[in-house]
């Protein structure tokens, strides 16, 4: 069985560049959700897509955006970076029970 | 204003001891909590979760206590070793959503050290 992968693993960008992370779900689930990990905090909800749809999000701007495939993987889209941007992007997938597998995360270094 | 509350943010035990580390919360409507271990560099992974119909809940070395009254609950690592030395989070969830989904309100993080 497949995990939750990750790409890239860890990228830099400048302020106001756009950047796409993706990520691939566990083999049988169809619900991927994205966290942003600061430094030494806990993750933050980003949002949740299932079954292509939208299906929550958490308090970040609109210029956070995402997509999922009909293979259940996923995208996740930052435009116009800000230093605060800075983090560790977990993807997790999920199938029903709620419980949630993440990936190594990403990490995106904004100067 | 943080939902979940987590204490302490860092802990060091000694090899064979009792690691406890405890988290409360507001939301009277969250009805699920699980607990979360990380290892640098890696993602979250789940050790054991609770739902607030039971006081406890112990999977090998790891039990959940759970206070409904106070919203408090805890995670205790009994005879602790040097490989749980990691970072555990604490979250909550109120209720679920399409496809029987949750978005979890995460705790700070406990980094924990065993010391061998």
């Known amino acids: 069985e497949t995990g939750v992968t990750q790409s890239p693993t860890h990228l830099i960008k400048t302020r106001g560049q756009q950047v796409t992370l993706r990520c691939s779900s566990q083999?049988?689930?169809?619900?991927v959700s994205w966290y942003q990990q600061a430094l030494g905090q806990g993750p933050q909800f980003i949002f949740q897509?299932?079954?292509?749809?939208?299906?929550g999000r958490g308090n970040f701007p609109p210029r956070f955006s995402g997509l999922q495939f009909p293979n259940y993987s996923s995208e996740l889209n930052v435009n116009a970076l800000e230093l605060d941007d800075s983090a560790l992007y977990l993807c997790?997938?999920?199938?029903?029970?709620?419980?949630?597998?993440f990936g190594e995360g990403s990490r995106l270094t904004v100067l | 204003q943080q939902q979940v509350k987590q204490s302490p943010q860092s802990l060091i035990v000694q090899k064979g001891g009792i690691s406890i580390i405890n988290c409360a919360y507001e939301?009277?409507?969250?009805?699920?909590f699980p607990w979360y271990q990380q290892f640098p560099g890696k993602g979250p992974a789940l050790l054991i979760a609770?739902?607030?119909d039971v006081s406890e809940k112990k999977e090998g070395r790891f039990t959940i206590s759970f206070n409904k009254s106070a919203k408090q609950f805890s995670l205790h690592i009994m005879d602790s070793q040097p490989g749980d030395s990691a970072t555990y989070f604490c979250?909550?969830?109120?209720?679920?959503?399409?496809?029987?989904?949750?978005?979890?309100?995460w705790g700070l993080g406990t980094s924990l050290a065993v010391n061998p």
């Open positions: 997790a997938s999920s199938r029903n029970t709620g419980e949630l597998f």
């Open positions: 979250a909550a969830s109120g209720g679920v959503n399409a496809g029987n989904n949750r978005k979890l309100i």
């Open positions: 897509y299932y079954r292509e749809e939208e299906n």
């Open positions: 083999s049988g689930h169809n619900t």
């Open positions: 609770i739902r607030p």
């Open positions: 939301n009277t409507a969250f009805d699920y």
